[in-house]
């Protein structure tokens, strides 16, 4: 039972280990990085949305946002599309359940605003609507996913494909990644080294 503990914390830090030799994925970080300090730099906001443990990821990531990081400064305006049972439920309802992002990005995203779906197969529908609905608003989109990409691959503006196929390893990237994104912004927008 403990070689059952290790190995997993073997195998999560082997993914951390690739990203951290894969420059490209480096690169693609700060891209995107670049991008949100843009997008907050011009008065837009984030959206974000993900599934089960994702969903988690997105409100942890709105969370750092709108209250703060490492250290204390303006907020920034992010929402997690994942939070609001009253209309979570109605979507689910009266539309469907594939279509509880993109209604929402219909109700509150406007044009320069960034939406990021986060999905470990890349290929949850409620996220690929998302996409869809994001781009014809004029959004700019970014998914987070697995190493396939799946459909989000080719729907996204930026993609990272964290180089992992199991589901509890790439998740735990994708908040790593979204950490380094929200101490990126915060350091570049309000820290004193800038
Ligand atoms: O947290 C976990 C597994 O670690 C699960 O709740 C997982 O997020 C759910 O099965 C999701 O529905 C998976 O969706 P996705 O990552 O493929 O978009
Ligand atoms: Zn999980």
Redesign the pocket.
């Known amino acids: 039972m403990k070689n059952f503990v290790k190995n997993q914390i073997k195998k999560s830090y082997e993914v951390k280990k690739n990203m951290l030799d894969n420059e490209k994925l480096i690169d693609e970080i700060l891209e995107i990085g670049n991008l949100l300090i843009e997008t907050y730099k011009k008065g837009n906001k984030l959206l974000i949305a993900?599934?089960?443990?994702?969903a988690a990821d997105a409100q942890h990531i709105a969370g750092e946002l709108v209250s703060k990081f490492y250290f204390d400064r303006p907020a920034l305006p992010a929402i997690a599309l994942t939070t609001d049972t009253s209309i979570i439920t109605a979507i689910g309802n009266d539309y469907g359940y594939e279509y509880l992002f993109s209604r929402q990005i219909e109700a509150n995203g406007v044009k320069g605003d960034v939406f990021l779906g986060i999905?470990?197969?890349g290929?949850?529908k409620n996220?690929i609507e998302g996409l869809k609905t994001a781009k014809e608003k004029g959004l700019i989109t970014i998914g987070l996913t697995g190493e396939s990409g799946g459909k989000m691959k080719n729907l996204c503006d930026y993609c990272i494909c964290v180089p992992s196929r199991e589901?509890?390893r790439i998740?735990e990237a994708h908040i790593l990644i979204g950490h380094i994104l929200c101490s990126v912004i915060e350091e570049a927008i309000f820290g004193k080294g800038f």
Do not use: F, L, M
């Open positions: 993900g599934n089960g443990g994702s999905s470990t197969s290929n949850s996220i589901t509890p998740q």
